[in-house]
């Protein structure tokens, strides 16, 4: 298998679409509905961490506090791929472990989970990170978990892709870790790298999205899809560009709908339209803790939307400058941003004013 292929494959993608994440956010569980949330503040004040690791792409991030950060990269030295913040600086143990990291979630300080290429699962005890499992799907081992999600450590997924037999990355992986045992969903009707899947709780339903890998080596389209634990049925599906490209993103526990240039929710088996994004450099992903508390990635900057209106908080100073994912807390976030012309990985962090 073309490892370096498939770490850039993932890498690109952040790019695109993000992840972690989408929103790769932090560990607290869903705060109770707020039918009618407060403006959010914009008054941050921004402090840049550089981690200079050359060829070190961080792209994943994953927070239980503001001082216990962690942030993963698929790619450079093995003794260099995963990170954490105490609070004050940014650390790695300088450990060599054998694993490319791709995807990062967890419950607690004491309970953190990654998923690898070659179907590794990882765990993080409070004492170290060690080897759980090794997954594998119709005797295909390899693997390549981009992301994962859950509600407890007891129900959470790993997600992503499997090359076929011409080393093409379309046969779609879910695994779900239930009561501690791993079950390998049967993906029959999906093609491509599942990219984010959430659990709804305005329906309890779960929705996933997959990229499509076309052909020449090009992304081809992106897929929304409902499943309700036996088919997945296709609620969306366009060509990949920035007016039509979809994205998910978990906000307060509801699944936002990126749509092209929508962004919306989803009730009654209907998208409902929340807000329409005229900014032509809207880049297709959101984070956020509210409906009036929404960050927008665009090609420029980060933006933020209170709930009437947008306003930049940082604008980029270079060109091809990349957020790869986001941690949010209630008086802080953080912001992974890769600088390709520098080869810098930043963390932009920002804490609102006391």
Request: net charge neutral; hydrophobic share 35%; glycine share 8%.
């Amino acid at each position: 298998m073309n490892y370096k292929r498939i770490i850039s494959l993932f890498l690109f993608l952040q790019y695109i679409a993000i992840t972690l994440f989408l929103n790769l956010s932090c560990k607290k569980a869903p705060t109770e509905p707020n039918d009618n949330p407060q403006p959010g503040r914009r008054d941050y004040l921004w402090t840049v961490d550089t981690l200079n690791y050359p060829y070190n792409t961080i792209y994943r991030i994953w927070g239980s506090s503001p001082s216990d950060v962690w942030a993963i990269s698929g790619g450079g030295d093995l003794d260099k791929t995963i990170f954490h913040f105490d609070g004050t600086k940014w650390t790695t143990d300088g450990r060599l472990r054998p694993v490319s990291p791709h995807s990062i979630w967890g419950f607690s300080a004491k309970d953190i989970w990654i998923g690898g290429m070659n179907g590794m699962i990882w765990h993080y005890d409070g004492n170290g990170w060690k080897e759980v499992t090794r997954l594998t799907k119709d005797g295909n081992t390899q693997i390549v978990f981009d992301n994962m999600w859950g509600e407890s450590t007891d129900d959470f997924y790993a997600f992503g892709v499997c090359p076929d037999s011409n080393n093409l990355s379309v046969n779609s992986v879910i695994a779900h870790n239930i009561d501690k045992k791993w079950v390998m969903f049967n993906t029959e009707g999906l093609c491509g790298i599942v990219e984010n899947l959430y659990k709804n709780k305005i329906d309890q339903k779960i929705y996933l999205r997959v990229i499509k890998w076309g052909y020449g080596g090009y992304f081809d389209s992106t897929i929304v899809y409902e499943y309700n634990g036996e088919r997945y049925n296709k609620i969306y599906g366009d060509i990949w560009d920035y007016n039509h490209c979809a994205n998910l993103s978990l906000i307060n526990g509801e699944v936002y709908f990126v749509l092209g240039r929508e962004i919306a929710n989803r009730n009654n088996n209907k998208f409902q339209t929340l807000l329409r994004v005229d900014n032509s450099k809207f880049y297709n992903t959101i984070w956020g803790r509210n409906s009036k508390d929404i960050f927008l990635l665009m090609t420029d900057g980060l933006v933020h939307y209170n709930g009437s209106d947008m306003e930049y908080l940082v604008h980029f100073d270079k060109l091809r400058t990349q957020i790869f994912g986001s941690a949010i807390f209630d008086k802080e976030v953080f912001f992974i941003v890769y600088e390709s012309q520098t080869n810098l990985n930043l963390i932009y962090h920002g804490k609102l004013k006391e």
